[in-house]
């Protein structure tokens, strides 16, 4: 219960600090006419996205990206590498309206961090091929991926979700709120998950679960581990969907 409590805490911090940096910023529509343009990066084994823009990471050479939205627009959305990490925002001190949807289109040779802030979508027709990759959602954007990685590891703080299959050895993730975590066609060995408020989580799991719920959210298993440790506090469940 005080982990709840404290999870509730920094969320409602979180929104609070959202909500004053959104009425000091300047608002700018879209006008409606869609271009593309073409911007050069440098390399970069991880996503960072914080907006309304959707994202679809496609196998390639980094090097380019292609931003696709209205034209009016674009010049406010901000993309730099730092620390390895492709950073895409829109530019401090504005807020864009848009009409039209913004698309941008991201290769990868390699990734091992995808992270959502916002309102977003990221998804891709290809695998990801790791060993080890992170996945987080922050807010109310969906992740949708398939993956092939000795570790993965998900997180979702808000109201977000995540949808992830393939295949992994060792899967850790973890929900704060309302969001939800669909990894049922995510084959797992090992799978330890936790829950603190409303969200779900369902998992795939051959060996060996470990699930604690604090709250009202519930997880759901399917396969036959061997080995099962589980724990509920609240009115959530472990549920086995055999």
Known sequence: MKKLIITSIILTLSFSVQAQSWWNTKKVRGNGKVTTEIRKTTNYSGLSLAGNFDVELVKGTTGNITLKGEENLLKYIET??????????????????????????????KLDKVSLAGAGDIYSNSTINSDNIAFSVAGSGN?????????????????????????????????AGSGDINAYGLKTNNTYVSIAGSGNIK??????????????????????????????IGSGKVIDRN
Do not use: E, H, M, W
């Open 143 to 175: 992740i949708d991926l398939a993956v092939d990685a000795q570790k993965v590891k998900i997180s979702v703080a808000g109201s977000g979700d995540i949808k992830l299959k393939g295949k992994t050895v060792d899967l850790k993730c973890s929900v």
């Open 80 to 109: 730099k590498v730092k620390r390895g990490v492709l950073k895409i925002k829109v530019k401090k001190g504005y807020r864009i309206s848009r009409t039209q949807k913004i698309l941008i289109t991201v290769p990868y040779k």
């Open 203 to 232: 998992t795939t799991v051959s060996n060996k679960i470990k699930a604690s719920v604090v709250g009202s959210g519930s997880i759901y298993y399917k396969g036959k581990p061997d080995k099962i440790d589980s724990s509920a």
